[in-house]
Antibody
Framework: QVHLVESGGGVVQPGRSLTLSCAAS????????IHWVRQAPGKGLQWVAV????????YYADSVKGRFTISRDNSKNTLYLQMNSLRPEDTAVYFC?????????????WGQGTLVTVSS | DIVMTQSPDSLAVSLGERATINCKSS????????????LAWYQQKPGQPPKLLIY???TRESGVPDRFSGSGSGTDFTLTISSLQAEDVAVYYC?????????FGQGTRLEIK
């Protein structure tokens, strides 16, 4: 069974850093692109970043470009999101989601999400 | 960026009746080389992550009830629930994966009338 589990969320002060992890199981991790998507409280879905299956290609939303870094360790079946210079508007539930072999693909499945709260 | 606009923002339908949600993209998401529309639909229930319903605009994901169907091409798409069940109460999102940044519609909240 395909499974994604996020971790690393919490409360952090503005300007500080946080790293999220996404542990994958039930499929060949290195075959799939993986995305981060966030959802602010009571709001809709916002795509954050994607990394290709081998890790050589990354794309970011403009709102996080230069502050967030997506990476993966295919030997550990784990995805990461390094978040620097956090802002209150980054407060959201962060989901990881499996894409396809190509970056242009639907997302299935999604993890349960991890909550990041940026507040002083 | 491709802007996805859903209508309506909210919808109340009686049990057993048809529900229709529309999604319009600011530019075509039809890739002419393979004649596929890079459009997906998701269902999100409270406290849960989104669940994939439809991809390629009209292909139902395995395990999704056949009362859910997707249609449309180019810039105009529709998600139809043919006979609303109580468990269909949720927020529904369309998504384009034609280009980055990948974008979602604002969501449509579906309730029971």
């Amino acid at each position: 069974q395909v499974h994604l589990v996020e971790s690393g969320g919490g409360v952090v002060q503005p300007g500080r850093s946080l790293t999220l992890s996404c542990a994958a199981s039930g499929f060949t991790f290195s075959d799939s692109s993986i995305h981060w998507v966030r959802q602010a409280p009571g709001k809709g879905l916002q795509w954050v970043a994607v990394i290709s299956n081998a890790g050589g290609i990354q794309y970011y939303a403009d709102s996080v470009k230069g502050r967030f870094t997506i990476s993966r360790d295919n030997s550990k079946n784990t995805l990461y999101l390094q978040m620097n210079s956090l802002r209150p508007e980054d407060t959201a539930v962060y989901f990881c989601a499996r894409g396809g072999a190509l970056i242009g693909s639907w997302f299935d499945p999604w993890g349960q999400g991890t909550l990041v709260t940026v507040s002083s | 960026d491709i802007v996805m606009t859903q209508s309506p923002d909210s919808l109340a339908v009686s049990l057993g009746e048809r529900a229709t949600i529309n999604c319009k993209s600011s530019q075509s998401v039809l890739y002419t080389s393979n004649n596929k529309n890079y459009l997906a639909w998701y269902q999100q229930k409270p406290g849960q992550p989104p669940k994939l319903l439809i991809y390629w605009a009209s292909t139902r994901e395995s395990g999704v009830p056949d009362r859910f169907s997707g249609s449309g091409s180019g810039t105009d798409f529709t998600l139809t629930i043919s006979s609303l069940q109580a468990e269909d109460v949720a927020v529904y999102y369309c998504q384009q994966y034609y280009d980055t940044p990948i974008t979602f519609g604002q969501g449509t909240r579906l309730e029971i009338k």
